[in-house]
């Protein structure tokens, strides 16, 4: 038995050793700072594939303002702790990362630790990162470095407390951030291989598109099952993906590509951002990624295949004249008189609106996006051949898009209905501040639809 | 038959619910004002105003419109009494074809009544919807912030339009 | 709308005591009449020389001027008011235009290539001037005076005693029916009135009122409303398809079928839409795969039999032998007209005669197409012109109102409205000709450039009608027409070749046209025809050649170029934009210069441009853009200034964004979500236009001078921001992006 004065000492001892532990934990050091880089420095090649990868990892979606200057910082990120603004990454010596060595630039990426020692939040994703490589991580700063440098300070954080006390990160680090989560796999192939390493690390596809738990973090062990971002639904992109037409690689190559898919639709909200990005990447990356992710979303089974060949042979067939009401004459007269003249017209996207049987949105686990979509339409792209679909936010009611949308679900998908439409649909107007054309009303928002 | 209220006054209609509002104005109430550019809500010609917002009419059924206000160019002025809008597209001579311009008219007014001093950019950003072939861009520009500035000293109120100046010969740029 | 007009010259009236002949339609039916003997008087009057067939005055001093030209949006109307007043004397609210109308205007052929100022305009300034003397002369005789004591004012002529006698007094018999003199005495410019000064334009009041202003808004009584189906593609067949259902649609009163020709005809206007919908629905057509390779235009083009000319040749041979040679290749694809207004028109069927209501630009050769097709006389067939959306050359309006004219054949008596789709328009419409040129230079010691190639290959650039092979509905109808022979469109004015000429002095220049009879794509005139893209060619070529010489853009330029004019413009734009040598745009940013005369012959403009382009996407901006035109004498300054803005914008879109796409069988550019032009966001922050005047010298017109100068400036501050030279029609932000990476 241990006298009091001996456990007095153990846990003196203890105490001691958390600590240790926790600076260890919490602690970094500054790295030192260097004079900026002129940018002529860099060599070019590495600068532009920099900027492929600074696409794959669609830095600009946060760290640019719509109508700002390019990765001046500023843009709001909203979590369920409070709000988080992204920082300025442009070489400004003051507000930017012009006083950044390369080392300390891959200790952000690898470990989420700014130049001064301070742990990032992960709204920075850099659980996945961690996994971009050295030589990615040189590519990348070589980019960042050679930008039009904006001063810009960065924008206090509004988090709550405990939150906004950013030790806090070190534990969340202990518990959720692995560093080498990508590993080869020798069974598959170079091109797969290539996909995986981008999707787990540079792109992050998980960020969105899988679940998070109470404490913010990606739920490992349901990857990529679908989740709420941006006040949007990112589809379950694995085995539960909603899509009426099973994904494969090439459909995928394409819409990642482009935009939209004739079978599948057109990227909207977030994922917006990430299309327009990967149509600028080499095509290899984006094969890469579509061929890893068609085994992420695996194959279809045998009745998924025969229901999505049914549809798609039926795409393009569909009756112009009016629709069965179905016991819903007010949706359906609505969609005679607003979607069919497009949607119906035997025309696949861009050449006309997707039939709505193939419509993701529709057959979705709820009508947020469909609800999204329908009050803000589809922007055109100045200058690009892009879908353009007015939004209805103005002309129709929560009740009529409900309406609507009620219709639409029975009418274009074999899921069971919706439950409370109506409040989705009331709730995105709330919350879908960017409705068709306007800039959203706070500029600090991302550009959303 | 349905009742609908365009400029302020009660249309007994007679066509089906999913007609959209852009041929009723034209074939049943013989308005020229809104105009048939693509049916597809594309390039906003069609445009008219409803409850206060700019609403394109080729995609808006008349089923929508139940106790509804619609406003059209017509409602809002007329050749001898135009509205402040309506004197600010001749002041700037804003227009070539002209056939467009309806359509930029009546966003433009709602803009402009929700937020009577907008900027260059929301204007641009309000009017992205309308297409004009002809480029009349800039034009159209400058007569949207003119109209700003004439419904802040005029009666700004879009229906009397009782607007009474010397001729507009007389006040080119 | 214009009622049946009956006026012949023995529709006399009495006034003021004496006869009154208002008008007689020999003139307007000059078609049929052989031109008098040389020497011509100006303008549009040398084909048509009686003078009323331009001008009436009435007893009560109303006064009435004819043009066979059409509105098109572009302002002239307001101009010809002004003219007419100018030369009579009278204030511009007293006069009243009447435009293109096959009962009442002269044949002025299209209206097209900017030469309405030039052909109408000079008619109507001549023949007011001429009218005027003529009442002059009348009031000397009356007043026993002098034609030296008189003076005219306010629509009278004023003797100086202060006696005044109003026009309408004075006009007697056929005072006017007669033959133009080949010299007017037109005023003297320093006494404008009307003239040079901005006037509000008349048709603008009723456009931005919701007057009935487009023959989009005619409503006759009884009218009904029709719709064509058009095939898939080009040369498709129409198997058959299913009527029963159709007919028994609301509202369908007939299904109109003659060939590949279908159209369905309903009491409201969206009851023929729906009709429409579920005939092309019903409809089965058996298709062919002709259309060319897309992504090989150029290939197709320059692959294609070719007829050759060598439209220019300058030699000299002791020019000094070349220190550097350098070659490019410029391409430019099929480009749609894209009017914001689906084509419309209006016909109806009655005692054996046809009327149509069209947008048209050619009253004449409309009605003569017509009347062709329906096989009945040209005289049975009035055309009247309307003004519709604005076209920018040969768009749908004549296919229109052809169709129209079938369907109103089948409904005797019945007014009927037709309307295209959207798609239609797009899809049907006679494109832009796509365009190769292929350009060769070389450099003296001296960085002059001592030897210029230009070659080009082109369809020719107008199938406007004439005959009724021209039309759509006359080739898709069971005995058809068959479009007509396709010929390249002389020079000075030319077509494929317009503007291939070099306007600069070289010592050593050859031209050569490879005119392609074949025509994969439905082509005609788009505003500015060959121009556009050869001033785009020749121009970029120049500032190759300034770099390549180590210049200024505007110094080498001004370097090579005689013409005072011209060199004036250029000046005026370099100074307005602020345009120094060897002076650096902001990052990111370029500076770009460019310069033509129109057709060599018409007017004059000079464009300097500022492009932002985003290194990161690819995406190019025009900032502003400082325009300096001379167009002869001004007649409505503000008109000039719209046009020029307008033209510098459309081409802005044309040069950035603008490309007809199709697949083996069916064009594909259907709409705007296909067919993206210009929109708001990318709309300059500024364009300035300067006018250099010149008073008493002949209008050079200016719908069009703008086109070409536009792309080639862009294009110029596209390569001075990136240091990429773009070739190929449209720059698009994947090229530029693609540029900037290579
Ligand atoms: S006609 Fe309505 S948007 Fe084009
Ligand atoms: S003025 Fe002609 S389309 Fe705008």
């Known amino acids: 038995m241990a006298s009091p004065r001996m456990i007095g000492n153990i846990i003196a001892i203890a105490a001691i050793a958390v600590a240790i532990a926790a600076i260890a934990v919490v602690w970094r050091p500054a790295i030192a700072t260097i004079d900026p880089p002129a940018p002529q420095s860099f060599d070019s090649a590495l600068v532009k594939r920099g900027r492929d990868l600074a696409a794959i990892g669609n830095c600009s979606s946060c760290h640019t303002l719509r109508g700002e200057k390019d990765f001046a910082g500023g843009v709001a990120v909203p979590t369920p702790f409070g709000t988080v603004y992204s920082s300025n990454i442009t070489p400004d010596p003051e507000t930017g990362i012009g006083r950044w060595s390369e080392a300390a630039f891959r200790r952000a990426m690898q470990s989420g630790i700014d130049r001064d020692g301070r742990h990032l939040y992960p709204t920075f994703p850099y659980d996945h990162f961690t996994n971009v490589s050295d030589q990615d991580n040189r590519a990348l700063y070589a980019y960042l470095m050679t930008r039009q440098p904006a001063h810009a300070p960065a924008r206090e954080n509004q988090l709550s407390f405990p939150f906004n006390q950013r030790v806090l990160v070190a534990g969340w680090k202990l518990l959720f951030l692995r560093h080498g989560t990508y590993q080869v796999d020798p069974e598959q192939s170079a091109e797969w291989n290539h996909g995986a390493y981008l999707v787990e690390g540079l792109a992050h596809c998980g960020s969105c598109h899988t679940p998070r738990n109470a404490l913010g973090a990606e739920k490992a062990r349901v990857p990529f099952a679908g989740a709420d971002v941006d006040n949007w639904h990112a589809y379950a992109i694995n085995n539960q993906s909603p899509a009426p037409v099973p994904w494969n690689a090439e459909a995928l190559f394409e819409y990642l590509r482009r935009g939209w898919h004739s079978e599948h639709g057109v990227a909207r909200g977030p994922m917006a951002e990430v299309v327009r990005n990967l149509s600028e990447v080499p095509a290899s990356d984006v094969r890469a990624i579509a061929t890893y992710m068609a085994d992420m979303f695996g194959a279809p089974t045998a009745e998924r295949k025969r229901r999505g060949d049914e549809l798609l042979a039926q795409a393009g067939s569909r009756s112009p004249q009016a629709p069965p009401a179905n016991g819903n004459a007010a949706g359906a007269s609505l969609y005679a008189a607003t979607c069919a003249p497009c949607h119906a017209a035997g025309r696949a996207p861009p050449y006309g609106g997707i039939d709505l049987a193939l419509s993701t949105a529709l057959s979705a686990p709820d009508a947020r996006n469909a609800a999204n979509i329908v009050l803000s339409g589809i922007r055109p792209e100045q200058g690009e051949a892009s879908p353009i679909m007015p939004g209805f936010a103005d002309s129709m009611s929560d009740d009529q898009i409900a309406a609507l949308l009620n219709y639409l679900r029975a009418q274009f998908s074999h899921r069971p209905p919706w439950t409370d439409v109506t409040g989705t649909v009331r709730d995105a107007r709330r919350t879908q501040t960017v409705s068709l054309p306007n800039p959203p009303a706070d500029t600090t928002q991302r550009d959303k639809p | 038959m349905m009742t609908l209220k365009v400029n302020g006054q009660d249309h007994q209609v007679d066509a089906d619910p999913d007609t959209p509002l852009l041929y009723v104005l034209r074939d049943d109430l013989k308005l020229n004002a809104a105009k048939f550019g693509c049916g597809l809500g594309q390039c906003g010609s069609c445009t008219v105003i409803v409850d206060g917002k700019a609403v394109l009419s080729c995609v808006t059924p008349l089923l929508l419109l139940e106790g509804k206000k619609v406003t059209t160019l017509e409602g809002l002025g007329s050749i001898e009494a135009p509205a402040p809008i309506q004197r600010a597209f001749i002041e700037e001579q804003a227009a070539q074809c002209g056939y467009c311009i309806a359509g930029m008219m009546m966003r433009a007014q709602a803009l402009l009544q929700r937020n009577p001093k907008p900027t260059d950019e929301q204007i641009r950003a309000e009017l992205e919807i309308n297409l004009c072939r002809c480029g009349t861009h800039m034009r159209i520009l400058r007569a949207v912030h003119r109209a700003g500035r004439l419904m802040q000293t005029a009666d700004a109120s879009p229906a009397k339009g009782s607007i009474q100046e010397g001729s507009i010969q007389g006040s080119m740029p | ?742």
């Open chain 3, 1 to 742: 709308m214009n009622g049946p007009v009956s006026l012949n010259r023995r529709s006399v009236l009495a006034g003021g005591g004496a006869l009154i002949v208002s008008f007689s339609l020999r003139g307007a039916f000059a078609q049929d009449q052989s031109a008098p003997p040389a020497p011509k008087p100006p303008g549009s009057l040398a084909q048509t020389p009686f003078l009323d067939s331009w001008l009436r005055i009435d007893a009560d001093g109303a006064i009435t001027a004819f043009t066979g030209k059409a509105e098109l949006g572009q302002g002239f109307k307001t101009a010809f008011q002004q003219i007419a007043a100018e030369e009579l004397d009278v204030p511009f609210e007293s006069v009243n235009v009447v435009t293109a109308d096959t009962s009442r205007t002269a044949n002025e052929g299209y209206t097209s290539g900017s030469n309405s100022m030039k052909n109408s305009g000079t008619a109507v300034q001549n023949a007011a001037a001429q009218v005027r003397e003529l009442l002059v002369a009348q009031a000397a005789r009356r007043l026993d005076l002098p034609v030296e004591a008189l003076k005219t004012g306010g629509g009278a002529v004023i003797a100086p005693d202060g006696r005044r006698l109003g026009y309408g007094e004075l006009v007697a018999g056929e005072m006017f029916h007669v033959q133009a003199q080949p010299k007017s005495r037109l005023k003297d410019p320093a006494t404008y009135q009307v003239m040079g000064r901005p006037v509000p334009r008349v048709d603008i009041p009723a456009k931005v009122t919701g007057g009935a202003a487009y023959i989009q808004d005619m409503r006759l009584s009884g009218m009904v409303h029709a719709r064509v189906v058009r095939p898939p593609g080009y040369g498709a067949e129409l198997i058959g398809y299913d009527a029963a259902a159709i007919e028994k649609m609301p509202g369908v009163v007939r299904i109109v079928r003659d060939g590949n020709f279908l159209a369905v005809v309903a009491g409201k206007e969206y009851q023929a839409v729906k009709a429409m919908v579920a005939l092309a629905a019903a409809a089965k057509w058996r298709e062919t795969a002709r259309l060319p390779k897309q992504d090989d235009l150029p290939g197709v083009l320059t692959g294609l039999p070719s007829e050759d000319t060598t439209i220019y040749q300058q030699s000299d041979p002791s020019a000094v032998v070349a220190a550097l040679t350098i070659e490019a290749t410029f391409t430019r694809p099929y480009q749609a007209h894209g009017s914001i207004g689906p084509s419309c028109a209006v016909a109806q069927w009655l005692d054996d005669r046809m009327t149509v209501w069209s947008h048209t630009q050619g009253v004449y050769p409309d009605r003569a197409g017509i009347a062709e097709m329906l096989r009945v006389p040209p005289a049975s067939v009035r055309l009247i012109h309307v003004e519709g959306s604005g076209c920018y050359g040969h768009n749908g309006a004549d296919d229109a109102a052809a169709d129209a004219a079938l369907i109103a054949r089948a409904l005797p008596g019945v007014p009927v409205r037709l309307q295209w789709m959207r798609e239609q328009e797009h899809a049907w419409e006679p494109f832009g000709p796509a365009m190769v040129t292929r350009l060769k230079a070389s450099l003296d010691g001296d960085g002059a450039i001592s030897d210029w190639n230009f070659e080009v290959w082109s369809n020719t650039h107008s199938m406007r009608p004439g005959g009724a092979g021209a039309m759509l509905a006359a080739q898709h109808i069971a005995q058809p027409f068959a479009p007509p022979a396709p010929k390249p469109l002389p020079l000075p004015d030319g077509g494929g070749d317009r503007n291939a000429i070099p306007i600069y002095k070289f010592p050593n220049a050859k031209v050569v046209h490879h005119f392609i009879p074949a025509m994969p794509l439905r082509i005609s005139a788009l505003r500015a025809l060959g121009a556009y893209h050869n001033v785009f060619s020749a121009e970029s070529f120049m500032d190759e050649l300034a770099a390549a010489a180590g210049a200024d853009p505007v110094e080498f330029r001004l370097k090579h170029l005689d013409d005072r004019r011209g060199r004036d413009a250029i000046e005026k734009a370099a100074q307005a934009f602020g345009w120094r040598k060897g002076q650096k745009a902001p990052p990111g940013r370029g500076y770009g210069f460019a310069f033509a005369r129109y057709k060599n012959h018409a007017a004059y403009c000079a464009i300097a441009s500022e492009v932002e382009v985003n290194r990161q996407t690819g995406r190019a901006r025009l900032i502003r853009a400082v325009a300096a035109v001379d167009s002869g004498q001004v007649v409505n300054p503000d008109g000039l200034v719209n046009q020029i803005e307008g033209a510098i914008l459309q081409s802005m879109s044309w040069t950035l964004y603008e490309s007809v796409t199709f697949d083996d069988t069916r064009i594909t550019s259907i709409d705007w979500q296909t067919y993206p032009i210009l929109r708001f966001d990318a709309v300059p922050e500024k364009v300035d236009v300067h006018i250099i005047n010149r008073p008493g010298q002949p209008f050079l017109g200016s719908g069009e001078t703008g086109q070409g100068p536009a792309a080639a400036s862009i294009a110029n501050a596209i390569a001075s921001a990136t240091g990429k030279r773009l070739r190929d029609l449209p720059l698009t932000r994947k090229r530029i992006k693609d540029a900037i990476d290579a």
